[in-house]
């Protein structure tokens, strides 16, 4: 199972309308924009650069994925993490920064060995399968399937405590200071 959340992948469904003006799908397969790293794989599947968003714009998804969304939009994305026991902090570090995310952490690692990291964003988080801790610096909790977290940019670190990976998908939204 090692290295098994290197293998996630989403399929996007997109929907819009023909050359009648009749609802339709316009196209359906994974999406393009991935990244698999050794502390993460990060699957985007939808982004805006503001809102409200014409409802047939196009999404403004570039080719890699990046950590922040656009400063006045969102992104969707799906994120699988290894468990724990594959964690190596500097790895992680190594992912964050390959993620276009150098200044999300500081490099300071949990008494466990995890990377505190945060992000200028609010992200609604849901997890699909698995489990995942949600560590603070003040405490945690644990998340199963369905349980949603609203991160308020926040310090944190993802705990995977299982034997396998653990699936989430996150609505990030750029935030201020």
């Known amino acids: 199972m090692t290295s098994e959340h290197l293998n996630a992948e989403a399929r996007v469904v997109l929907t819009g ?24 794989t990060v699957m985007d599947v939808w982004q805006f650069d503001a809102l409200p968003a014409p409802v047939l714009a196009p999404s403004t998804l570039g080719a890699d994925p990046v950590i922040d969304p656009p400063a006045n939009g969102l992104v969707v ?22 993620f276009h995310g150098s200044d999300s952490h500081d490099g300071d690692a949990s ?4 990377v505190w990291h945060l992000t ?12 995942l801790w949600a560590v603070t610096e003040t405490g945690e909790t644990l998340l ?13 670190i993802w705990s995977n405590r299982t034997d396998k990976p653990v699936l989430i998908i996150a609505t990030m939204m750029a935030g201020t200071r």
């Not at 009749?22 to 993460?40: L, V």
């Not at 008494?111 to 995890?114: A, N, S, T």
């Not at 964003?121 to 699909?128: C, G, H, M």
Request: net charge negative.
């Open 144 to 156: 199963k399937p369905g349980d949603t977290i609203v991160n308020r940019g926040i310090k944190h």
């Open 77 to 98: 994305r799906l994120a699988s993490f290894p468990p724990d026991a594959e964690f190596d902090a500097e790895g992680y570090k190594a992912s964050l920064d390959a």
């Open 17 to 40: 309308l023909d050359d009648s003006g009749k609802s339709t799908i316009i196209s359906d397969g994974n999406t393009a924009t991935r990244t698999a790293q050794p502390g993460f």
């Open 120 to 131: 200028d964003t609010i992200d609604v988080v849901t997890v699909l399968n698995g489990e």
């Open 111 to 114: 008494d466990d060995g995890g």
